[in-house]
């Protein structure tokens, strides 16, 4: 019987039939115990909330008789505390104080947690009974009724003017512009930088409008809106974004500046038409950050030497692959930047242009006048160009200008979708490219994925099973011993944990790196290109020449004390040759 049931009868407050039904019924309804029991009412709100509080070691706390902090709310919509049964009630010093349901709800405690980090404080968890909680919770929603009282005179205003045909652009230009919207869309853009988000979702439902920012690259519910607010938020980020504000059929793609903080951030704007309106996603760009190190982004020791010494190489292509959200486009950065000196021209194309680098000739295609990756290839070829960075290799054009700008002296970097950096190769014969040109012209093949770093304040060692241990030495056989430089990665003794931190905001995790796989075109891989056989031959060379594959490459990393192993068997479970 679970655990839970067994002390509750112990303590006399289920009765062995009451323990047996609720068991029975959890199984049944795939539910939690305690889910059970409260909608069931066998216990007591109050007394199963100090029993929870007693089980789990969490303090308890009384909501009705205790202080709260009107502004520990601030901020927090009303769907989300209902979701994840929780509310923020009191702020003292770096903590926001949070009576929870379930603290051993993992996702609605990783949520919490969330949302302290992005007010700049660290959760402290109490247990509150479920009375207590749907009492304090009808009244939230503070933020959300506010807005949707300032912003409801300005969407009739705004819908009167597009019906009437009188009235221009820049009639509803001007209404938006003055509108408390515009102070909406600042918050919001505010509240994802101070919360270090890379992206912005505004997402519109059937009844709501949904805000998710991604961190570390998982969303999060944050806000949600009244759908009347919807069109006019759209309005003032399509007016920001100089997007064309009576177009909603058709999915459009802008961008925008702004300075915040004295720090100067661009915004990449892409909209969507969706069943319930447009969808709108708001890439943050740090302008003020630079090209991060190649060991900031996760290269090391052999890794990081061998991917420099081809990036110096006079002539070839360089290919990164991973799907979207990789990291691939901050590594040809960083690679753009590593290279850039007066004596070289280096020309890129790029969808959009993501990070504006000084010095370098930076070109973003425009498909929608015939401008596209290949028609901009051959424009470039004529620019006298050292080096060349094409964003990705989508088609057989591109693939092939890109072959033959290798073959005629020019250096050619450029990402690819697929899932290892061997996958590229019959993706590109795929393509159409011969496989002797392929060999003739390719000079490295890297593949990447990113993964949470841990918190490196509170992370602590944590002793290997033999099972978990002879796992790891079973990936890591037949990589060099050179890419192995610490004791614990020659002989895996122990992995890491961090439970959390004031440093971490109690996530355990912050900050991405990325995990790598990088593959050189030796004689032996050209022949086998040139012959081109199938993707199990390349790998089969590969790895007898000491491939550090991206699962070895993150359990490497596991070893350190920089990542955890269980999300490096995550990310990897679908790529591991």
Do not use: W
Not at 33 to 58: H, N
Not at 528 to 546: P, T
Request: hydrophobic share 40%; net charge negative; aromatic share 6%.
């Amino acid at each position: 019987m679970n655990q839970m049931l067994l002390l509750l009868k112990e303590k006399g407050l289920l009765r062995e039939d009451q323990a047996t039904h609720v068991e029975s019924r959890s199984k049944l309804d795939k539910i939690s115990v305690a889910d059970v029991i409260r909608s069931e009412r066998l216990i007591p709100d109050d007394g199963f909330a100090k029993f929870l509080a007693e089980y789990l070691s969490v303090p308890f706390i009384d909501l009705r008789t205790s202080n709260k902090d009107s502004n520990a709310m601030s901020g927090i919509s009303r769907k989300t505390a209902k979701t994840y049964r929780f509310v923020a009630f009191d702020i003292k010093g770096k903590s926001l104080h949070v009576a929870m349901e379930s603290p051993d709800d993992f996702q609605a405690l990783e949520a919490v947690r969330f949302i302290a980090k992005r007010k700049g404080l660290t959760a402290e968890i109490y247990v509150a009974s479920s009375d207590e909680i749907d009492e304090i919770l009808g009244g939230a929603g503070v933020v959300e009724e506010e807005i949707g009282g300032a912003l409801q005179e300005f969407s009739q205003e705004l819908s009167a003017a597009v019906a009437d045909g009188k009235k221009g652009n820049k009639d509803i230009e001007k209404i938006v512009g003055e509108a408390p919207v515009t102070k909406v869309v600042a918050v919001m853009i505010r509240h994802a930088i101070e919360g270090h988000s890379s992206d912005i979702h505004i997402e519109p439902m059937e009844k709501e409008v949904r805000i998710r920012y991604r961190v570390d690259g998982k969303l999060h519910t944050t806000l949600t809106l009244p759908p009347k607010v919807h069109s006019a938020v759209i309005s003032r980020i399509k007016i920001l974004s100089n997007l064309k504000i009576d177009e909603s059929r058709l999915p459009q793609d802008g961008r925008f500046s702004a300075t915040i903080d004295n720090r100067a951030y661009d915004f990449r704007v892409s909209t969507m038409p969706t069943r319930f309106g447009e969808k709108v996603a708001i890439r943050i760009l740090d302008k003020a950050s630079g090209a991060p190190s190649f060991e900031d982004l996760g290269f090391r020791a052999q890794v990081q030497q061998t991917f420099e010494q081809y990036l110096h190489a006079p002539f070839g292509i360089i290919l990164i692959s991973g799907p979207t959200g990789s990291g691939k486009s901050t590594t040809l950065f960083t690679s753009l930047t590593t290279l850039n000196s007066t004596e070289r021209n280096i020309v890129t194309l790029e969808d959009p242009v993501e990070y504006e680098v000084e010095g370098i000739n930076q070109t973003q295609v425009q498909p929608e006048i015939g401008f596209t990756f290949a028609s901009g290839l051959r424009s470039i070829l004529r620019q006298d160009p050292d080096i060349i960075m094409v964003g990705e290799i989508r088609d057989k054009e591109t693939a092939d200008l890109s072959v033959h700008a290798a073959l005629t002296g020019h250096l050619v970097l450029s990402s690819i979708h697929t899932n290892s950096a061997i996958g590229a190769i019959p993706r590109l014969i795929d393509m159409g490219i011969d496989g002797f040109l392929l060999s003739a012209s390719v000079r490295l093949l890297a593949a990447q994925r990113l993964i949470p770093k841990l918190c490196q304040k509170c992370k602590q060692e944590e002793p290997l099973t033999n099972a978990v241990r002879e796992k790891i030495i079973a990936d890591l056989h037949g990589i060099p011993e050179t890419a192995k430089t610490l004791e614990n990665q020659k002989n895996p003794k122990f992995l890491y944990k961090s439970p959390g931190c004031p440093e971490c905001k109690e996530m355990g995790v912050s900050g991405r790196v990325a995990i790598i796989e990088i593959v050189p075109i030796t004689r032996q891989m050209r022949v086998a290109m040139n012959e081109f056989s199938g993707f199990d031959a390349l790998v089969s060379i590969a790895k007898k020449e000491g491939m550090v594959s991206m699962r070895c490459d993150g359990t490497l990393k596991a070893l350190a004390g920089e990542v955890r192993y269980e999300d490096v068997i995550r990310v990897t479970s679908e790529t591991e040759l």
